[in-house]
């Protein structure tokens, strides 16, 4: 399936200066794999040393939020939309 994938600005860095750009995978989990592999320098932003997404990160299916997903095994279908955000806090 073809699915939009977006990042905030501040990471365009690690996504040769994109924002939006299109993902190929059949699934989320697969989707996943495929924004680090396509784009390596969104792992450190994205993930633990152990492999865990970071506790800043928000990543959106569409309009649901995926932490609360125990697998990520959920098919895709053309057009979805998954969205990586940044919690930002400060006084």
């Avoid at 905030?8 to 495929?34: I, N, V, Y």
């Avoid at 784009?39 to 865990?52: C, D, M, N």
């Amino acid at each position: 399936m073809r699915i939009e994938a977006s990042v905030p600005m501040l990471l365009s860095d690690c996504t040769k200066g994109k924002t939006r750009f299109p993902l190929e995978a059949e699934t989320l989990g697969e989707a996943l794999d495929r924004l680090i592999s396509e784009y390596p320098l969104l792992r450190r932003h994205l993930y633990t040393e152990q492999g865990e997404l970071r506790q800043h990160v928000l990543i959106f299916l569409n309009d649901d939020n995926i932490e609360w997903l125990e697998r990520f095994d959920v098919p895709l279908k053309d057009g979805d939309k998954l969205r990586v955000l940044q919690a930002v806090s400060g006084g």
